[in-house]
C-alpha cells in the first residue's frame, strides 16, 4: 500500500521569503508520480506540480520546485517569494504506476504574514 | 478554472436519503476520479473510470456506486446516507488511465446530511 506522511499541519513565513513544505511517502511500486496541490479556504483544489519517480531533474513550475530525493523517499514543495495569496492548505499525493489509486497526505497549512 | 464542472454545488438532505452527485471532465479528459473530504479521514480516493469502465476502487463503502456514461460525464449515488457521509466531494479528471499524470479537480459538493 501507498503512504504519504506530511508531518507539518501548520507553517508561517513572511512575505517574500521561501518555504519547504514536507513530504515523504512510502510505496512498493518502481513507477509513482508525486504530486503537489492547493486548496484555498474557497475549497477547491489547485495542481501546482507533479514529479515523475524516473525523472532526472526536480520538477519546477513558476514559484514552485519539488526537491524529490529518491533514495529518501522525500518530495518537499518549495514555493520561492512567497506571497499573501499562497496562504493555503498543501496536499501532498502519490500516484502509483499500477492499481491506480492515489493518496493524499493531511496536508499543511501555510499562512504567508505581510 | 479546471474545466471539470461538479453539480449541485450543495447538497442538505436527510439520513437515509439518496443523492446523485454529477461531474463532467474537461473536454477530451477519459478518466474521471471521485473524492471524499471530510475532516477526520482527509481526502479519500473513492472510485476511478475510464472511458466508461471501473479502473479502480478505494474507499468506496457498499452504499456508495458510482458510474461514467458513454459522454464521459459520471454520478456517484450515495444511499443510505449517514451523518458521517456530511463531505466535500470531489470529482477530478485526468487525460490518461496509466496513473501518473495530473488530475484536475472540480469544485466539489459540499454535502450536508441532518
Known amino acids: 500500500a501507498q503512504k504519504i506522511t506530511q508531518t507539518q499541519p501548520g507553517m508561517f513565513v513572511q512575505e517574500k521569503e521561501a518555504v519547504t513544505l514536507d513530504c515523504t511517502y512510502d510505496?512498493?511500486?518502481?513507477?509513482?508520480?508525486l504530486f503537489w496541490y492547493k486548496q484555498p479556504s474557497s475549497g477547491e483544489m489547485i495542481f501546482l506540480i507533479y514529479?515523475?519517480?524516473?525523472?532526472?531533474q526536480n520538477a519546477t513550475e513558476g514559484r514552485y520546485s519539488l526537491n524529490f530525493q529518491k533514495a529518501r523517499k522525500s518530495a518537499n514543495l518549495v514555493i520561492s517569494a512567497s506571497q499573501l495569496g499562497d496562504s493555503a492548505m498543501y496536499f501532498c499525493?502519490?500516484?502509483?504506476?499500477?492499481?491506480?489509486?492515489?493518496?493524499f497526505g493531511t496536508g499543511t497549512s501555510l499562512t504567508v504574514i505581510p | 478554472d479546471s474545466g471539470v464542472t461538479q453539480t449541485p454545488k450543495h447538497l442538505i438532505t436527510a439520513t437515509g436519503q439518496r443523492v446523485t452527485l454529477r461531474c463532467s471532465p474537461r473536454s477530451g479528459d477519459l478518466s474521471v476520479y471521485w473524492y471524499q473530504q471530510s475532516l477526520d479521514q482527509g481526502l479519500q480516493f473513492l472510485i476511478q473510470?475510464?472511458?466508461?469502465?471501473?479502473?479502480a476502487k478505494g474507499n468506496i463503502l457498499e452504499r456508495f456506486s458510482a458510474q461514467q456514461f458513454p459522454d464521459l460525464h459520471s454520478e456517484l449515488n450515495l444511499s443510505s446516507l449517514e451523518l458521517g457521509d456530511s463531505a466535500l466531494y470531489f470529482c477530478?479528471?485526468?487525460?490518461?488511465?496509466?496513473?501518473?499524470?495530473?488530475?484536475?479537480f472540480g469544485p466539489g459538493t459540499r454535502l450536508t446530511v441532518l
Open positions: 510505496t512498493s511500486d518502481p513507477s509513482y508520480g
Open positions: 499525493a502519490i500516484g502509483p504506476n499500477t492499481g491506480n489509486q492515489f493518496y
Open positions: 477530478a479528471s485526468s487525460a490518461y488511465s496509466g496513473g501518473i499524470d495530473e488530475q484536475f
Open positions: 514529479q515523475g519517480s524516473y525523472d532526472q
Open positions: 473510470y475510464y472511458n466508461g469502465e471501473e479502473r
